[in-house]
């Protein structure tokens, strides 16, 4: 399908906008009429501009509060329109978008409204344009799609469609069935948006909180399976009032724009396949990995924060399982937990590490076919990488996550080498003979900008099909801490990220430690944490110290014995459970740096989370630890 | 009254939270148990530092979810709050505040709620301390303070009373009547929250968006009027959930905090004694000044800004009317408007321009008796500035405003020689003899970070008694600014200010410019708009472009006549109409710096506001022009 986004989705001045829009590889564009008020030059001068960077202006819009008026009004607002359909004439568009009136004193009167819509088509018919009738989900009198139908299939006029949009028919909880009804040519253009569901007056939540589809917790696809039934042939666009969005860099937003329509398109293609439907010209990408696991994360070092991380390392009972043949980069190993320490000069890792110092600068994921799954992340737009290799060594597809830091896709072929032993040099004799006290990295948590949130959501559901769950906020001692955590299909990958509006929490602290975005901290699984953290406290590993009174109030909270609370508050271990039971166990190492920490859980009983209640304990914790030592 | 403070209402540390508010002098504070929980020490640990700062512990909060549940669920209940019980001695508070419960599962039965209240007050018998019922807002089943007293006088137990919050009962709009005639003595506490009216789930609005009374919409002194005729003795207790509190200065928002009490003291007092009712021990500062004006703007230059300056003012008409006696100070005047251009070394001004550039570092307001407002501001605790005084020169009272900049206050004695004659050597040769184009200052413009708009609104509320409008938010090409206008009572003062989270705004651009919150415009009113723009321009005053769109929708949007549209399309001027046909006209200067400007007005038929649906344009005309003159 044709693509297309509207101007207001985007900051920038309007020229700004359309250059980031055709280079984001948009097919055409929305001008909402304020774009153009501000900009200093001709309606003709827009459409040259356009045409010079190939874009369509597939729709001028909105105008307000036509229909349901006096005879009075409805010969001024005649009047108006015609100077807006001279204007769409200049800027070389023949769509215009008409929404439903908000005005308190619209005539509640379905025939008037008929009458009136019906001089609004003949005007449109005289001037060569078609107007699009769209319900605002707050419209006065007209608030459903269903009822502007209606009202448009009366006038029964070919200069007079309706206009659809995902956020007026799904945020009021409107049936999208009878969308597929409507003949296709009768639509004259569909808007897109998605939205976190917030407990909010429409209004509002519409002009601040929409986002890009894949990014809130709309049945966009649902939605756009009907419009594609209905034979609509027009393009797909993206209308998003996201105060975010207004302040974030323009062309990141329009790529991230463009990804969210293939990604919409990808889920609409295999809801109509699951119904069995047609599904042709939508969006196929390469299928999401079935399997995912983490293969290693791959940390930038110099000698001196190797040291300290294999010291750490050490201490949790890592072994140093190999070294790579052909760079300074060595491998630890700790249950089916593999990290990589990069100290290889003149390479992408130590670019990174003079940027951000000790930092994640790559994570390799473990699917079935790596070639797929790079191909489906590359052709939704994210960077493809490739580092030198030396002889006999893997070549590792890549793309770059949007913080500039690698993401491998790593396969393994029955009979052949394994990704370790191809590069690494392995050292089997210090193989553990005992069970390891850590099983598997749980989950990586990366510190964030607020304003690239949504950038990093879009990015794993897109690029590796990951689930997201809803975000909360969490209270740092000094601002509020926003949470979403996103999931491989298996639940064997889990990425939380953070992110932080104010200067002084923990996540901003972080990022100005790090100088960008990145790791927070990594959690590694264990069976048994009561045995794990005495192990690691006997070996030296500093762990973080919990309030007394945090135990004194889970003993007030949950019915535990007094040995368990006492056997938590030995360990320093928070301690969580669901509402079936389930039990989470977790405890923090202090911060190795400003930024940089480690953690260790057990899950019991199907427990799925992160602890999210005790994550405001945490921060606590380690604004008093920042305080004594980095201060 | 006594005062008091809720810990959860400002950021840091317990230790840090505790230190600011004995600072701000605050009698008492509220321990919310999470900043107990994240505390590495002993309750006693909290009651020795809280007595240490004089500090009384005035109340344990909050226990949730404990009533209208099954026996089993009530023993276990009664269990949780004799933990608390014990928590609360050690911790050396006698209260403690029981919420309404919110669970799904919450059995609407008022004699079993009555029944497990009886309990409870049993309990908090036999364990010497006061339970306080208070209803949520969105209580399950109670969620009125009349019901919750219904309840908790059906009890009729002396270690049983009721909470009221102003939050509470104004949010959901239940009347305040009848908190008159419970009796006093059974009311355990009393907390205090003002909110701005939003349209959102009370539950959000409750948890982000309370501030302080004076911040807000709500009649927070109408609630607190009915509390001090219930002959209540406690404290006035402030419980603010404020996402930006959270993250903004300890120190400032306390202080913040204990003023909006004494400004609501005062408030109350006023409501009271309008109702011939008593308002003995409510605080009563001087009162706010009936006439006020402003008197000159002083601007803090060097030698090369002051060029500038003058050179702009001397476009618009101003004249040099006279320098300072004994300092590098000069006066500018325009019809009654008077502005100060300091230049003085090692003078307060020259400090300010250090920091900030060409700024403005003091205004003057004209009121009836300056030491009688001067101490009106003192009294609410900003801080009092003197400065050198040459002799015979006048001692102007004045006191900081929250970015360092002064207030001072002047008054004038019949038969005395004025404050511009007392102080400069005033040149009359070259006083107008033509009607000035300008007659004064029509409002002044403020950029702020956003975390300090509720500050500066509290600055004007209470240290000068200006009302304020509700804010709105206006769409810059990088952002959105939140934007909110004050003025004294008869309009003859106002100010607007501008705030933005976002990071590349004008007014983020502007704070950056000027290293600190200040003057974004100055703007002066004048009878004739079209006569005056035309001079400016011929005396080659830059002023910012318009694009032609504009004009062409303003057609569209008002019958304006085509020869308005033209001349004001002619003038780069700007037009609004409010409801009743009060008309604004408004044309801005280019920007002086990277932050500067100013603004011509005309307000014709009483039209009272600031032409905010233009603020848009200005911000996208300004942004164009930026990134030809600064990039």
Redesign the interface.
């Known amino acids: 399908m044709q693509r297309s986004i509207a101007t207001v989705s985007i900051?920038?001045?309007l020229v700004e906008k359309l250059t980031a829009i055709q280079a984001a590889g948009f097919d055409g564009v929305e001008i909402f009429?304020?774009d153009?008020?501000?900009?200093?030059?001709?309606?003709a001068d827009v459409r040259r501009i356009a045409a010079d960077l190939g874009l369509k202006i597939m729709l001028f819009q909105p105008f307000r509060d036509f229909e349901g008026v006096s005879a009075e009004r409805l010969a001024?607002n005649l009047?108006?329109v015609k100077?807006?359909f001279d204007?769409m004439h200049e800027l070389g568009t023949d769509r215009i978008l008409v929404c439903s009136n908000v005005s308190p004193d619209t005539l509640r009167d379905d025939a008037l409204i008929v009458d009136q819509l019906g001089a609004l088509a003949r005007a449109a018919e005289q001037a060569g344009v078609i107007a699009g009738y769209e319900a605002l989900a707050w419209g006065r009198h007209v608030n459903s799609y269903r009822h502007a139908w209606r009202l448009v299939n009366a006038v029964n006029h070919p200069n007079l469609g309706i206009v659809l949009d995902s956020f007026h028919t799904l945020s009021i909880g409107d049936p999208v069935d009878e969308i597929a009804a409507i003949p296709g040519e009768r639509i004259t253009f569909v808007q897109i948006a998605d939205a976190p569901k917030?407990?909010?007056?429409v209004?509002?939540w519409s002009r601040h909180y929409r986002c890009f589809p894949g990014q809130g917790d709309f049945d966009v696809a649902g939605f756009t399976a009907r419009v594609v039934e209905s034979g609509y042939q027009g393009p797909l666009s993206l209308e998003i009032f996201n105060?975010g969005f207004?302040?974030a860099p323009t062309a990141a937003t329009a790529a991230d724009g463009h990804r969210s329509l293939l990604f919409l398109e990808e889920q609409t293609r295999s809801k109509l396949i699951q119904q069995g439907r047609p599904a042709r010209e939508l969006y196929q990408p390469s299928p999401a990995p079935a399997h995912i696991g983490f293969q290693f994360l791959e940390f930038a070092v110099d000698d001196a924060a190797r040291r300290q991380l294999a010291d750490w390392l050490g201490k949790l009972g890592f072994r140093r399982a190999g070294r790579h043949r052909s760079k300074d980069v060595t491998l630890y190993q700790h249950g089916a937990a593999s990290l990589v320490l990069n100290a290889e000069a003149d390479s992408f890792a130590s670019a990174f590490f003079q940027q951000h110092g000790l930092s994640l600068c790559a994570s390799a994921l473990r699917v079935d076919d790596a070639r797929l799954a790079f191909e489906r992340a590359a052709g939704f737009g994210y960077t493809p990488f490739s580092g030198q290799v030396g002889p006999n060594e893997r070549v590792l597809p890549a793309v770059r996550a949007p913080d500039g830091s690698l993401n491998y896709f790593v396969d393994e072929t029955p009979d052949e080498p394994t990704l370790f032993e191809a590069d690494f040099l392995l050292d089997n004799s210090n193989a553990p003979t005992e069970p390891a006290l850590l099983t598997n990295i749980d989950h990586v948590v990366l510190s964030l900008p607020a304003d690239s949130l949504d950038t990093w959501v879009l990015f794993f559901r897109t690029a590796f099909g990951f689930d997201a769950e809803p975000s909360w906020l969490v209270?740092?001692?000094?601002?509020?801490v926003r949470s979403r955590a996103l999931r491989s299909r298996d639940g064997s990958v889990r990425i939380a990220l953070n992110a932080s509006?104010?200067?002084?929490?923990a996540v901003a602290e972080a990022l100005h430690a790090y100088r960008g975005s990145g790791l927070n901290h990594v959690a590694f699984r264990t069976g048994d944490i009561f045995a794990a953290i005495p192990q690691f406290v006997a070996a030296g590993l500093p762990i973080l110290?919990i309030?007394?009174?945090?135990y004194?109030?889970l003993?007030?909270?949950y019915?535990l014995p007094d040995e368990t609370i006492e056997a938590l508050c030995a360990g320093n271990i928070l301690y969580d459970r669901d509402e079936k039971g389930g039990e989470f166990f977790h405890a923090y190492t202090e911060q190795l740096d400003q930024r940089f920490f480690l953690e260790i859980v057990e899950r019991r009983g199907g427990y799925d989370g992160y602890g999210a209640g005790n994550a405001?304990?945490r921060l606590?914790?380690q604004?008093?630890h920042r305080?004594h030592d980095f201060n």
Request: glycine fraction near 6%; charged fraction near 35%.
């Open positions: 900051s920038g001045t009429e304020n153009l008020l501000y900009f200093d030059g001709s309606p001024r009047d108006r100077r807006k204007l917030l407990a909010m007056d209004l509002e105060d207004r302040a209270p740092d001692p000094y601002g509020l509006v104010d200067r002084h929490t110290r309030p007394r009174n945090y004194d109030d003993a007030a909270r019915a405001a304990v606590a914790a604004a008093q305080k």
